[in-house]
């Protein structure tokens, strides 16, 4: 089989592909009824993301769902957005957009495949299984085709794979090597089989710092599925626009997508509250996948010392350690991660110009970039918390 037999369509809305159609491709794990590996990529996630309106006209992400087939089957699929600027996106491309727009040319609009205001890798490339392959080349070849078609500055990629990045770099895309930071479980008992593998002085640090952060006068709750209530939605929607009127200036969710999630998604989230004098304070939101749980946004209307890595990183640990998760994403950025056992890890992103001179300017780039991410990554690495001898088995 090959690229040219495969149909590449668009989709404005992901209903007109259907559920039953997209999770074949983005989560077929769930067929037998399992936890799908990448919540975000999931029919209802994304659908929700739609149907909230956080996605849409207005919004700068205008959806294009591509669509491979063959014989009539849809055989791959990919989550792609018209966009007119490059916010909500955490792989940050503003200076090659002035860049372009300083020589003369126009950089938005360009086309992105990505898991809207989500920096969490995973397969970008969705492929029916037996598949892989030619859905793959498909997708790419397609998405190439139709930035070029339409006059577009660019396609970009976000948080795919590593196995997606050196595919699509042989397929004439450029890589591009970042790094977040992740907590890895190495089956850990408890916590404190965990912090076992610190360093003393580190390990001290830490207690202290749940010491301080649970003595806040108040009590921390944790939940999920159908424990979660109207109540706790309410309380973090007003974390949540305070969060993103602070980062973004306006909270990217809208309140209908926590509605949304309340009905379809519960069972993918764990919600961490602090209530103090009878109100919430305080919450972290988490999704969870097979393997990962992924800590996504925190807010409080109250600041006491050291909640916030209390509900976002050590709780966050204590989950991953119950539901013997693999690993915890701790979202994009944060170097204080690296104190509280979260090491920098590398993510990957593709990218495509469709001036060949941009292109290699962009290039060039890329590789000196990478080399500093690779530095970078080895350095914050040796200053992790873990005893010398338990470096190397934590990477």
């Known amino acids: 089989m090959s690229a040219q037999e495969i149909e590449i369509r668009i989709f404005p809305k992901i209903a007109d592909i259907g559920q039953a159609e997209w999770d074949a491709c983005a989560c077929p794990e769930t067929a037998s009824g399992g936890r799908p590996n990448d919540p975000f990529t999931t029919y209802r996630f994304l659908s929700a993301m739609e149907d909230s309106g956080s996605v849409g006209p207005g919004t700068g992400w205008q959806p294009q769902y591509l669509a491979a087939s063959i014989g009539g089957q849809i055989i791959g699929v990919a989550p792609m957005y018209a966009k007119s600027h490059s916010q909500g996106e955490y792989i940050f491309d503003h200076n090659w957009a002035h860049a372009l727009e300083r020589a003369g040319g126009r950089y938005y609009p360009k086309l992105q495949i990505a898991v809207p205001h989500t920096p969490a890798t995973g397969r970008r490339f969705l492929t029916r299984p037996g598949f892989e392959d030619a859905a793959m080349a498909a997708l790419i070849q397609g998405a190439v085709q139709l930035t070029d078609n ?140 097979a393997d990962v749980l992924y800590g996504r946004y925190w807010g409080c209307n109250e600041h006491h010392p050291f909640l916030h890595f209390e509900l976002c990183y050590y709780r966050a640990i204590d989950i991953a350690i119950d539901m013997k998760l693999a690993s915890v994403e701790a979202g994009a950025q944060g170097e204080h991660k690296l104190a509280r056992g979260y090491l920098p890890t590398a993510t990957w992103s593709l990218h495509w110009m469709r001036d060949q001179g941009f292109a290699r300017a962009v290039g060039d780039y890329l590789q000196q970039e990478r080399a500093a991410v690779d530095h970078e990554i080895d350095i914050l690495t040796d200053y992790g918390p873990f005893k010398r001898v338990n470096i190397e088995e934590q990477q």
């Open 150 to 289: 339409n006059g577009l500055s660019s396609l970009h990629i976000t948080f795919c794979t590593e196995a997606e990045a050196m595919a699509a770099e042989e397929l004439g895309l450029m890589a591009r090597k970042s790094q977040q930071f992740h907590w890895q479980n190495h089956d850990y008992a408890d916590f404190d089989d965990f912090l076992a593998t610190l360093s003393s002085r580190k390990r001290k640090n830490i207690r202290k710092e749940r010491l301080q952060a649970q003595d806040f006068g108040g009590t921390i709750e944790t939940f999920t599925g159908d424990q979660i209530e109207p109540e706790h939605w309410d309380a973090f929607w007003e974390f949540y626009q305070d969060t993103g009127a602070r980062k973004w200036g306006t909270p990217y969710l809208t309140r209908q997508f926590f509605d949304i999630a309340q009905e379809t998604l519960r069972d993918d989230i764990v919600l961490v509250l602090a209530r103090r004098n009878g109100r919430w304070i305080a919450g972290a939101l988490n999704f969870v996948g």
